[in-house]
């Protein structure tokens, strides 16, 4: 049997180097594979090039590793919600990759299944197809990095000629994604909104390595309930369903607001 567990976190991510590549699933911070962060922080791997949608906030997700100054590149479709980010970036210490969410989302499926580039609508028109995007600024307000001029073509779609922009397929030498519950032949199946990236990310490493919260035994998992099969997978760590998940921001509706405010009978 291909049984692919590890026995920790620690374990599962000891042979990521520095100056790696990685894939990291979540959105905003549900999802996000902490207890795999964690280990990779302890650990002290640095140079990290990272694809993930957003960077966490600053104490939490790869706002942890961005802290640390362990983060070389981002490539991502947001970076709100991250001080430590705004000044790294801005003070020259970080490359970003700004790239619209569905194309990263496209980006990372296409390196899973083999697609070396796609056309897309996206962008056209904008910075994203005829670059100057600020890649890496100089530390004095100039650009030292700019994105490049993307190809532009012309398509036939629906009857319509339309233009359409080049985008590269994403691979990287290593996936880190969270799961609800997975079996010991990495077959994964992923909690509501914290699927999210998780299965693009998955699929986009050349090592996927997933933390789940719950590990069963092949055949307890139900075919049709699979959102990401096991050939994907390659080390399956189990964290535990107590594993802290934090919310990235509290809101109460207007009427709850005004009624902690206002005490009753006043």
């Not at 947001?78 to 801005?90: A, S």
């Not at 299944?113 to 962008?123: E, K, L, P, R, V």
């Not at 030498?173 to 914290?194: M, T």
Request: proline fraction near 4%; charged fraction near 25%; charge should be negative.
């Amino acid at each position: 049997m291909i049984d692919k567990t590890w026995g920790s976190a620690a374990e599962a991510v000891a042979d990521i180097p520095d100056g790696a590549s990685l894939a990291v699933g979540g959105f905003g911070l549900s999802g996000n594979p902490i207890a795999l962060i964690e280990a990779l922080l302890a650990q002290g791997t640095t140079d990290l090039s990272i694809v993930s949608n957003n960077c966490g906030v600053d104490d939490w997700g790869l706002g942890i590793l961005l802290n640390a100054k362990r983060i070389r590149k981002m490539t991502s479709s947001y970076v709100g919600e991250n001080k430590e980010f705004e000044r790294q970036f801005l003070s020259g210490e970080l490359e970003l990759e700004l790239t619209p969410q569905g194309t990263l989302a496209e980006k990372l499926r296409a390196g899973g299944s083999g697609i070396a580039a796609f056309y897309t609508q996206t962008g056209v028109g904008t910075q994203v197809a005829e670059g100057g995007l600020p890649r890496r600024y100089d530390g004095a307000g100039g650009i030292a990095v700019a994105s490049p001029v993307k190809d532009v073509r012309t398509f036939e779609l629906s009857g319509a000629p339309r233009e359409y922009v080049l985008e590269e397929a994403i691979a990287t030498d290593f996936a880190l994604v969270h799961a609800l519950r997975g079996d010991r032949h990495g077959n994964l199946v992923f909690n509501k909104s914290a699927r999210n990236f998780n299965p693009l990310a998955a699929m986009a490493g050349r090592v996927c390595i997933a933390q789940v919260e719950e590990l069963v035994e092949p055949g307890e998992l139900d075919p049709d309930a699979v959102h990401l099969p096991g050939i994907y997978v390659h080390r399956i760590v189990e964290v535990g369903t107590g594993i802290e998940k934090r919310i990235e921001r509290r809101t109460v509706s207007v009427e709850q607001a005004a009624s902690r405010e206002m005490p009753e009978g006043a």
